[in-house]
């Protein structure tokens, strides 16, 4: 099926550690984004890149290093898990020209820090 | 910066009733995008509608439709008929085509559809 994919759907791990997400997308998408859903629902931009190149990072800690090895796989590695961590993040993937208003997102990944 | 703001949390509907969700948006921009998404229990998110600042024509998908009014920068959105599968967070959302194409979300709003 043509989607944006995220694995996994689900994390569970302790303060400190280290811990990535992968998304991949099979749309033919250059733009891709992670969004942050905090536990009162409220969706934050945190990343995009398009084309493989950083082209929005709102002042997320550096411990949140994404990283776009092609134009289908947009990962999101996470230093030194902290409790407020905890939240649900999208992936989402937008195609280029005049369509690139549209975004396609994930199923997201529930991450849970203890 | 854009803000988006949704100031009901929670909406109740009868089933086949109407129900009508409101948004307001703050901006400086002529020309940007406005959304609802859905996010059913699955958590998955759903696009229903969209419309273009330029379009003064209001968008319609099935029973989903909005009342854009740009200058008061308000994008309501109504769900006619409601059913059981629309109960859901619902989220406005803008896109501005000057800021890298990222979605700015307004808090949400939770529809209830009764039986």
């Known amino acids: 099926d043509t989607a944006v994919s995220q694995t996994p759907k689900y994390l569970v791990t302790q303060m400190g550690n280290d811990k990535s997400i992968k998304c991949e997308q099979n749309l033919g998408h250059d733009t891709m984004y992670w969004y942050k859903q905090d536990s009162k629902k409220f969706l934050k931009i945190m990343f995009s890149?398009?084309?493989?190149?950083?082209?929005i990072n709102e002042t997320v800690p550096n411990r949140f290093s994404p990283k776009s090895p092609d134009k289908a796989h947009l990962n999101l590695h996470i230093n030194s898990l902290e409790l407020g961590d905890s939240a649900v993040y999208f992936c989402?993937?937008?195609?280029?020209?005049?369509?690139?208003?549209?975004?396609?997102f994930g199923p997201g990944t529930r991450l849970t820090v203890t | 910066a854009q803000t988006v703001t949704q100031s009901q949390p929670e909406m109740s509907v009868q089933e086949a009733e109407t129900v009508t969700l409101s948004c307001t948006y703050d901006t400086s921009e002529s020309d940007y995008y406005l959304f609802w998404y859905k996010q059913p229990p699955s958590r998955q998110m759903i696009l229903v509608i969209r419309q273009e600042a330029y379009k003064q024509q209001n968008a319609t998908e099935n029973r989903f439709s909005v009342n854009f009014q740009k200058a008061a920068k308000s994008f309501s959105l109504k769900i006619s008929d409601s059913q059981l599968g629309d109960a859901a967070m619902y989220f406005c959302a803008y896109r501005s085509k000057a800021a890298g194409n990222k979605l700015t979300f307004g808090g949400g709003t939770r529809v209830l559809v009764k039986p």
């Open positions: 890149y398009n084309n493989k190149e950083l082209i």
């Open positions: 989402a993937s937008s195609p280029p020209g005049h369509k690139v208003h549209e975004q396609y």
